[in-house]
């Protein structure tokens, strides 16, 4: 038996049929779209006792078009946006001849179709370039600035193929001529297009996302700098560790200067906020601290340059830096520490007990412009004292289902419990102890910084 003919556009449409608005196709069809007469809408049902033959000499079909399992396919959703009844009806015939679960909205304008998408964002938008409010390159344009995320497929005639050449070089995904909207092509270019977005968004994000981790490993090499020492009489262990937040660096940093005359300065910070501005800051912080000590600042005018850098760097009055500054002389019995907002330190003497020193300071730079002031403060450090600074991303982790943190003295009995440890393995028993205790309570959000610092005997 011959198929019957596509019946033809009438010149003046029944407009019941082509009303703008939501039709479901397939197995969403309901009561009342163009396609939901004489089984357009919904195929019979197969029995399990009645199963379809097969033809082994048949070609496979499309999966994409016919999946094994239809009740379990996910609907998709498209949006058109023609002017012309007779077209859009020849799109719900496609749609509806294809019995695919979808959803079709129709919108015969630019504004209409802006509408809709603010209520909801579909899989793809069908465009004809020729809009009563919006024309060619224009049109598409200002939908795929508004449709971000969906697909868009271009409707033209057979003498526009080379505007659809066009469409999908300036950002389209396909285009369809409308005097060929056989159900199966159309639907292959709209789950094709539908993927080739999908794509185009996967490989974007994994650009921005290989950027990004360059331009972390760029700032992570600002933030942790290589010591700058001239012989072997300072042993350095640094580690540092992002938050759960991996994918943003904070603004913790750390330097160690060995001065000609065989004296050791040291400085441990961080930067309100995380990100690459608070990342920046620290490496602008990092870099000023350590070019001031070479020029032979020392002391509270050390803190207070710092302060001018960071209130000439920071994006807001609100960002802020806290910070503790270590200086020992050659040989010397002593220690001078100055904070800045910033937790003690943890001194380990030779043998192996480990204590938190405090020292009195001011407040973090950037607070009180100008007008804060930093003790220098002396503490003893017979030979030997290994001294640890860090900053508050090892202590702030909750440690109970409560408001309870590890905070200082919690750090203070993980590292007596590993007293004699080698620097590295205590660090590292530090900060796996720190992680234990907070991973079922969030874990550690902040990234951290530890800087371990010991000396040879009579150095």
């Not at 449709?147 to 033209?156: K, N």
């Not at 159900?183 to 789950?191: S, Y």
């Not at 490993?217 to 540092?240: I, K, N, Q, W």
Request: net charge negative; aromatic share 4%.
């Amino acid at each position: 038996m011959g198929t019957a003919p596509r019946p033809a556009v009438p010149t003046e449409p029944d407009r019941s049929l082509t009303v703008p608005g939501i039709r479901r196709y397939g197995s969403a069809a309901v009561a009342g779209s163009p396609a939901a007469g004489a089984g357009a809408c919904a195929t019979d049902p197969v029995t399990a006792e009645d199963p379809p033959s097969a033809d082994p000499g048949t070609v496979p079909e499309d999966p994409l078009l016919h999946p094994a399992d239809p009740a379990g396919e996910q609907q998709l959703t498209v949006l058109l946006v023609e002017d012309d009844a007779g077209d859009a009806l020849l799109v719900e015939e496609a749609v509806a001849d294809g019995n695919v679960p979808l959803e079709l909205h129709w919108a015969r304008s630019l504004a209409e179709a802006f509408d809709s998408l603010r209520q909801h964002r579909p899989d793809c938008v069908l465009l004809d370039l020729h809009l009563p409010d919006a024309r060619g390159g224009e049109a598409l344009e200002r939908v795929l600035e508004k449709a971000d995320g969906a697909a868009v497929v271009v409707l033209t005639g057979l003498a526009g193929e080379q505007a659809g050449f066009a469409a999908v070089a300036a950002g389209a995904q396909d285009y369809l001529l409308k005097n060929r909207l056989e159900p199966e092509v159309f639907l292959r270019a709209i789950r094709y297009a539908i993927e080739r977005k999908r794509t185009e968004q996967a490989a974007a994000a994994l650009q921005a996302g290989q950027l990004q981790a360059r331009e972390n490993r760029r700032l992570e090499r600002g933030l942790l700098p290589t010591p700058l020492l001239h012989g072997d009489a300072v042993r350095v262990t640094s580690r540092y560790q992002p938050g759960r937040a991996q994918t943003l660096l904070g603004g913790d940093f750390y330097d160690v200067v060995e001065l000609p005359d065989g004296s050791t300065q040291a400085v441990v910070g961080d930067v309100s906020g995380h990100g690459p501005d608070a990342a920046a800051l620290g490496v602008c912080l990092r870099v000023a601290w350590r070019s001031f000590v070479l020029a032979g600042a020392r002391g509270e005018a050390l803190l207070n340059l710092l302060e001018e850098i960071l209130v000439a760097e920071r994006a807001g009055p609100e960002i802020f830096a806290t910070l503790t500054t270590l200086s020992r002389e050659p040989g010397a019995r002593e220690l001078r520490l100055m904070r800045a907002g910033h937790p003690g330190v943890l001194l380990r003497s030779p043998d192996g007990a480990v204590r938190l020193e405090e020292v009195p300071g001011g407040p973090v730079l950037g607070l009180l412009p100008g007008s804060a002031s930093w003790p220098v403060v002396p503490v003893a450090a017979p030979a030997g004292q290994e001294v640890m600074m860090f900053t508050d991303g090892l202590i702030e982790g909750r440690i109970g289902p409560g408001p309870a943190r590890l905070g200082e003295h919690g750090l203070v009995r993980i590292a007596d419990r590993h007293r004699h440890a080698p620097a590295d393995v205590l660090l590292d028993e530090m900060i796996g102890t720190a992680q234990e205790l907070a991973a079922g309570h969030g874990g550690l959000a902040d990234d951290l910084a530890v800087l371990h610092l010991a000396w040879e005997p009579g150095r």
